[in-house]
Each structure stands twice: as structure tokens, then as C-alpha cells.
């Protein structure tokens, strides 16, 4: 704990951690000793971690990087923090990353750009998003993991720029509950390590059954740890068709071919496969996601949380509601609050918001088919390409970020758990990623193949 508070300390530059708490780690970790030694530890007892800022911590101001939420500090805890903590875990303070969220690249944050430990002649690159301090924490040894969220890639994404694994669990795996909504049907918490064996121990100590979140499955915890054999064979991976998209970098196409041989080389049998509704999972995607995050991101209206703003002779509360509003929300929420509530609006809800729930049952369907022919898990890029330069992306054009997701957010339309593992770098010495695909509910097999890549 020590080490990293100091490290933390040294890098600040990255503005991986927004909000250290080095009280609560040191006294923490002196618990976490007492724990060890009266023999009573868990496997993640003493084990320092960053927390995205996403997260409830009671008693720490906690504020998805919104400058809305301002001067908000939760008086209860998301179950999973709640979990780590009852686990021995140690807290070193708050992660950044995009604003609720919405983002791949860590820009859009009130705590300002996280910036990738990974450069390229002194150029900052960016570490991803949403998860971008988590994955530039763990990437620059501030901590031994960090949790993450992955709505649409936000934990795959990252860990793919940053050389570290990131691991979205199946909806429903891991609770809800305290964690500041995105896009209700989508997000999904999960762990961002230095290992697929971190991820496993950590996955194990995050999830739970919990009451207090409605969509919370009631299925047990496995032991995630003991899945891991390395064992693979005769285990069918799928290789999707679609994933192969125009303009692909052959070094990304190199980088999948490596991965199909290690896993073909473990005794896997490699198996091309059809997803054909992919093309249609990123307009769906951002359908889906902005109409929920519209209606999430309601109520803050300058009165139940955080910040509100000044108000002029005569406001009243449309004023106050606009006012705090316009200057609570930075203009990527804006965008998405403006399109999500154009999508769900009377005149045009068919035509969009439920046009894109029936191509996500489509979506959804296309992988049930897959797993139902005896595919076990599906290979593919975690992104695009490398991490790029921070600011590369043109503003005026979302679009263009929005594409860096064609890959990671098909998995979230169909709630499946995903894993994204450093496989190789590409021309300039960055880190690439592979993801797997796997089965609702077999994160322990998932870990497991995912071992073979690492
Ligand atoms: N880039 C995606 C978005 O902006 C990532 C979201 C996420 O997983 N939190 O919606």
C-alpha cells in the first residue's frame, strides 16, 4: 500500500487518480495485517485498489466526472466496493474517467484527460475510456487492479490500449447497486488487472447475489480461480466472419491470426463462424444506451444531488433546472441526453428507440445460435487499432470516436461476459488486445481460454 501511495504520488502526470485516500488505505492495510495475521485472510485481503470514480464510497466524494455532482458524497456504498472491502481489500482513492461514462477515450472527464503510461516518442496517447484511469493505474503499477464498468467496451477497450486485462462479466453477475447509472440494461462492473489470474481472484471477491439490485441473477458465485487449468482442448472457439471489417490494419489482422494458432496450438478447434447482425450492433448500441442515459441522468436536477446552480432575480425552477443543468453536464452528456430523449419522444419512439430493441433481440440471437451449435467461445480484436493520440479525434465529428467501439459493444447488446487480454504490439510498439467472447454465466471457462492467450 505504501509503495503505491508513493507512486501515485510520482505520476501524477497520467491524472490516473483524482481523489487519493491515503488514510483510508494505511488504515485499511492495517487491518488487512491484523486479518493476515490472526489467519483470517481472503485471497484479496490487503490487495490495494483503485476504484473508477463511478463507484458509491461511502463517506468519499464520488462523482462519475461530472462536475454535476459536485461536492456529492454518498451515504451508502455500491455492493460491490462493499464486497472488495468485506474481502480485506485495500482503497487508494478514485480513478478517472469519461464522464458518466460516455467516452472511449478518457477526454471527456471534469478532472480533465487520464493519459496512457505507454508512449510513443514522448507523445501522450490516450489510455481509452471510459475506464481510462483504471486501466492507466494498473498499467503504471499505482495499483494492483482497479475495478472497471463496461456498458459498451469501457473495460475491454482500455485494458486493449494499455497492455492490462480487463474482464466484463455477464449482466447480471456483478450488482448495480450504487454504481451511478449509464445505460440500465448494460452496465456491468468487472476487474481491471495485471493478469487473467488477478481477474479471475478479483471477479470472485466483486460478484454477488444481491437483493438490492433487481437484475441481479440468482445464480451462485463459482470459484473462479479453480477454473483455471490452462486445459482447453477439444473446447470449439468461434472466429467471427463479420469481424473482419473493411480497412482493417493487417497488423490487427496478424494479431487475431496469433491468437487463433495459440488457441488452435492448446488443443482448441478453431471454428469460422457467422454473427450476421453485427453491423447493425453500433447504431443499436448508441440507440439503446443514449434513450437510457437520458432517462438515467434526470434526476440530477440541481436538487437531489450535488451542485446547483446560481440563480438570477426571478428563477424559478425551470430556471434553476436549466441553469444547473447546462452547467452540471459537459457537452458529450449533453449530446447524448439531447439524442436519447429524441429517440424515446412520442413521434419518433418506433421508428428508433423500438426499431433498435428489435435488432438487439436479433443481436442477441445471433450468439444464442452460435453457443447453441457448441461454439464455447469467440475470438476477436478488442479494438480497431492501437491507442491514439490524445485530442486525434475530431470533436465536431462523435461519430468517429463512437466507431472505436465496432468490436466491444456487440457483447453488451447480448449481456455476455467478455474478456480482453494483451496479445502482441503493433508496428510502433503499442499494446494490442484479443478479446473472447464467452457463454452467459462461464466466466471460469472464459478465464480459463483467456489464460492461453496471455
Ligand atoms: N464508448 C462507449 C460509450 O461511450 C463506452 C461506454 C462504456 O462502456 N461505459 O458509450
Redesign the pocket.
Known amino acids: 500500500t505504501d509503495a503505491c501511495l508513493n507512486a501515485i504520488e510520482a505520476a501524477g502526470a497520467l491524472n490516473a487518480f483524482v481523489h487519493g485516500t491515503p488514510d483510508k488505505a494505511r488504515q485499511m492495510a492495517l487491518a488487512a495485517d491484523d486479518r493476515i495475521k490472526s489467519g483470517d485472510a481472503a485471497p484479496m485481503t490487503g490487495i490495494p485498489l483503485g476504484i473508477k470514480d463511478v463507484f458509491c464510497v461511502q463517506g468519499v466524494a464520488s462523482q462519475a466526472a461530472s462536475r454535476i455532482l459536485e461536492g456529492f458524497v454518498p451515504e451508502y456504498e455500491s455492493t460491490v466496493t462493499q464486497n472488495l472491502w468485506d474481502a480485506g481489500a485495500v482503497m487508494l482513492g478514485k480513478l478517472n474517467m469519461?464522464e458518466f461514462?460516455?467516452?472511449?477515450a478518457n477526454e471527456n472527464s471534469c478532472y480533465g484527460k487520464a493519459i496512457n503510461p505507454w508512449k510513443i516518442d514522448d507523445r501522450d496517447l490516450t489510455p481509452g475510456?471510459?475506464s481510462g484511469g483504471s486501466a492507466a493505474a494498473v498499467a503504471a503499477d499505482l495499483c494492483l487492479a482497479a475495478t472497471g464498468?463496461?456498458?459498451?467496451?469501457?473495460i475491454r477497450?482500455p485494458a486493449g490500449f494499455t497492455g492490462t486485462v480487463g474482464l466484463r462479466p455477464t449482466y447480471g453477475r456483478v450488482s448495480r447497486y450504487g454504481v451511478i447509472a449509464?445505460a440500465s440494461s448494460l452496465d456491468q462492473a468487472g476487474p481491471m488487472t495485471k493478469s487473467v489470474r488477478d481477474a479471475a481472484i478479483m471477479l470472485g471477491a466483486m460478484a454477488s447475489v444481491d437483493e438490492k439490485d433487481s437484475t441481479s441473477a440468482d445464480i451462485p458465485v463459482p470459484d473462479f480461480e479453480a477454473a483455471l487449468t490452462g486445459d482447453i482442448r477439444g473446447k470449439k472457439i468461434g472466429i467471427p466472419r463479420e469481424y473482419r471489417v473493411d480497412g482493417m490494419p493487417e497488423e490487427i489482422d496478424d494479431l487475431w491470426q496469433k491468437g487463433t494458432d495459440m488457441l488452435r496450438d492448446a488443443g482448441a478447434e478453431i471454428v469460422e463462424i457467422s454473427l450476421p447482425h453485427t453491423k447493425y450492433a453500433l447504431p443499436t448500441y448508441?440507440i439503446i444506451?443514449m434513450a437510457e442515459a437520458s432517462s438515467n441522468l434526470a434526476r440530477y436536477d440541481g436538487v437531489r444531488y450535488g451542485r446547483r446552480a446560481g440563480l438570477g432575480q426571478g428563477d424559478g425552477i425551470t430556471e434553476m433546472y436549466e441553469k444547473t443543468r447546462a452547467e452540471g453536464f459537459g457537452p458529450e452528456v449533453q449530446r447524448r441526453i439531447m439524442i436519447g430523449t429524441y429517440v424515446l419522444s412520442a413521434g419518433f419512439y418506433d421508428a428508433y428507440y423500438n426499431h433498435a430493441r428489435k435488432v438487439r433481440a436479433l443481436i442477441k440471437r445471433d450468439f444464442d445460435n452460435a453457443y447453441a451449435d457448441g461454439i464455447d467461445a469467440i475470438l476477436a480484436p478488442t479494438t480497431p487499432s492501437a491507442a491514439f493520440a490524445l485530442g486525434a479525434m475530431d470533436t465536431a465529428d462523435p461519430v468517429q470516436m463512437?466507431l472505436?467501439?465496432v468490436f466491444t459493444v456487440t457483447l453488451n447488446l447480448a449481456g455476455l461476459p467478455g474478456i480482453s487480454v494483451p496479445v502482441g504490439l503493433d508496428r510502433q510498439g503499442l499494446p494490442l488486445g484479443l478479446q473472447l467472447i464467452g457463454r452467459p454465466f462461464e466466466e471460469g471457462a472464459l478465464l480459463n481460454q483467456a489464460l492461453v492467450l496471455e
Open positions: 469519461d461514462a460516455m467516452g472511449s475510456g471510459s464498468t463496461d456498458t459498451g467496451g469501457s477497450q449509464y448508441y444506451a463512437y472505436n467501439d
